[in-house]
């Protein structure tokens, strides 16, 4: 699921001369640093494990290293670059340990001007360090997929990447690229792996911490939004450790029940935790989330439905504070949603799980992600009736169990990649879906004129070579059309013969990707929370140009844009489409697509 546990910290001064290996314990960090090895005074080519290896036992702290696990573990390789110099390393990764500590990262290159203990582009940031020199970074893994899903070259800068003074748990570089060409005019085929969905898995990480023995979880994406909320868990103190196939998380012995604040402020789902950490220990302490700019989307239904169940709750300093008023657990008891809120049925119903006595939730989210949810809760050992309806009954439970559990596949992407076949007038197929959880964008696009047909209980196959035509379309709560697949289907509609008009009734700032389809050439006006596409025979003809990303769905819009536009199409802010599409560049080159990621 995630990007190597390890990260190679380096500590350049003028030349290359460590590369620092560091355990997921900062009380060890020592050992870890004794094992650095000096790699000479001029840049260096360190070809294979064996010389790495006979490198770095060289010394006066071979011992150590030799004591921080290096064998049977597999290889990865680092490639770092500066003014056309290269260095390669092939260095071991530990398997078992988590993340590694990054530490001194510092300029390769320093000017006469500059003295050599001071590193350039560091500057305070919250008590941390921000790296702003340019290095790129190239991974190639010959891991298994579910570990590090990255089939060819990908190219990371770490222009961004935040380091404290004494190390961080990092797992992903802020950016994997500064931008993404399109090149359109290409038709796609073949067959596309879809993962597992993002909103669920966020969730099931969440509910991790009602669980006090060691959970499997399979088909967790890799993607920023997941790093981000297993940063999240280990800063509370949860075991997670990766194998080939699955995700190994261990919430027994949690050290903290406020998470990191910096992290929480970039994702919005991490707001889950409170949830079942006031629940499992009375008392939470939670940063008000981040997140896409899509629309204001309060807590204020998480924290009114905590209250429900026996919690004071109240906000200081952008922080929300709850605990249990008894000072033991919550109790059961009665809350209904004003609005059918995903994020507050979650939270709830994992707070409800271990609440003492019966929880009746009322106007609930219906969405598979949230069933999926439950599903895995039941499989924990929680007591939950009606998922997938409008009203859960809950069932408290002193604790919840070990499970071994495999997220559902992601639903958006899926429609995502209908999409795209539509967009280029392409046949391909996908799997695994879950067509039921399609049915809604699978409708649609029947209706716009594309052949879609299952092949078998977890595959489709789409055909849309025939003149497309316009089609209207409103966004609501599942099981009707999904506002995340919205920004996409605009793209597609400037595409169809006809004016369509989108309706967009959930989130009231989605429609902010429109100006950035305008500038492709796409004939769209829009009226608060509604968008007029003039189709391809009444204006709209799309042809690249710079555009920028402002949110994840958004993002991939553009990207189906570019595809459909004649020339080449350049999109900045692609840090976003990171956060929630698992590598959709490299999934759309193998289908035929003109990609490329620029650093």
């Known amino acids: ?226 790093q981000r ?121 994992m707070a409800a799980c271990l609440a003492d006595g019966k929880s009746v939730l009322s106007n609930v989210a219906q969405e598979p992600e949230v069933v999926d949810l439950a599903r895995f809760l039941v499989s924990c050992g929680a007591r939950i009736q009606g998922a997938g309806t409008s009203t859960l009954i809950i069932d408290g439970m002193k604790k919840l169990h070990g499970t071994d559990f495999t997220i559902i596949p992601d639903r958006i992407e899926a429609g995502t990649f209908l999409i795209a076949a539509a967009i280029t007038r392409s046949s391909i197929s996908l799997s695994p879906v879950m067509p039921s959880h399609l049915a809604a964008i699978i409708d649609k696009l029947r209706a716009i004129g594309c052949s879609i047909h299952q092949l078998g209980a977890d595959a489709l196959w789409i055909g849309s070579s025939v003149p497309l035509r316009s089609s209207d379309v409103s966004t609501r709560p599942y099981p009707g059309f999904p506002t995340d697949l919205q920004p996409q289907l605009i793209s597609l509609l400037a595409t169809c013969c006809g004016q369509s008009i989108v309706e967009e009734t959930v989130f009231e700032n989605r429609m902010a990707h429109v100006e950035e389809l305008r500038k492709l050439g796409a004939q769209v006006t829009f009226l608060r929370n509604k968008a007029i596409i003039n189709g391809s025979n009444m204006g709209s003809f799309l042809c690249g140009a710079p555009v920028k990303a402002g949110d994840l769905r958004a993002g991939a819009a553009l990207i189906l844009a570019g595809m459909a536009a004649e020339g080449v199409t350049c999109i900045k802010g692609v840090n976003h489409i990171d956060r929630g599409y698992e590598r959709i560049d490299e999934k759309l080159c193998c289908l035929g697509a003109n990609i490329e990621r620029l650093l």
């Open 229 to 349: 909320m297993v940063q999240v868990l280990r800063s509370l103190g949860v075991q997670i450790r990766e194998s080939s196939s699955c995700l190994l998380v261990d919430g027994s012995n949690l050290t903290s029940v406020e998470p990191c604040s910096q992290t929480v402020k970039k994702l919005r789902a991490s707001f889950f935790v409170i949830g079942p950490l006031v629940a499992r220990y009375g008392e939470a302490v939670v940063d008000l989330p981040g997140g896409c700019t899509i629309g204001a989307r309060p807590v204020d239904l998480h924290m009114r439905g905590l209250k429900a169940l026996g919690a004071d709750v109240e906000v200081r300093q952008g922080k929300v504070y709850a605990h249990a008023v008894n000072g033991k657990r919550l109790t059961g008891g009665r809350f209904h949603l004003d609005f059918p809120s995903v994020g507050a049925t979650e939270t709830l119903m």
């Open 1 to 226: 699921m995630m990007l190597p546990s390890p990260f190679c910290s380096i500590n350049l001064n003028g030349s290359f001369s460590n590369l620092v290996l560091a355990r997921n314990d900062p009380s060890r960090f020592s050992e870890a640093n004794a094992a650095a090895f000096a790699a000479g005074s001029d840049w260096q080519v360190i070809r294979t494990r064996a010389t790495f290896l006979e490198r770095a036992t060289k010394g006066s702290h071979s011992a150590n290293l030799r004591n921080s696990g290096f064998s049977g573990i597999p290889v990865y390789r680092t490639q770092i670059t500066r003014n056309g110099d290269a260095l390669n390393a092939d260095f071991e990764a530990f398997t078992t340990t988590g993340t590694c500590f990054v530490r001194n990262l510092t300029e390769a290159y320093r000017s006469r001007s500059r003295s050599p203990e001071t590193p350039v582009g560091k500057r305070r940031y919250d008590g941390r360090l921000t790296v702003t020199s340019r290095f790129k970074l190239v991974l190639a893994s010959q891991v298994a997929r579910s570990l590090l899903p990255i089939s060819v070259l990908c190219h990371v800068s770490i222009q961004s990447a935040i380091i404290p003074a004494q190390g961080v748990i990092l797992s992903l570089p802020t950016e994997l690229g500064k931008s993404i060409k399109v090149t359109g005019g290409t038709t796609l085929s073949g067959h596309v792996h879809i993962s597992g969905s993002k909103n669920s898995a966020l969730a099931v990480l969440a509910a991790s911490l009602c669980s006090t023995e060691e959970l499997y979880l399979r088909m967790v994406p890799n993607i920023l939004d997941t």
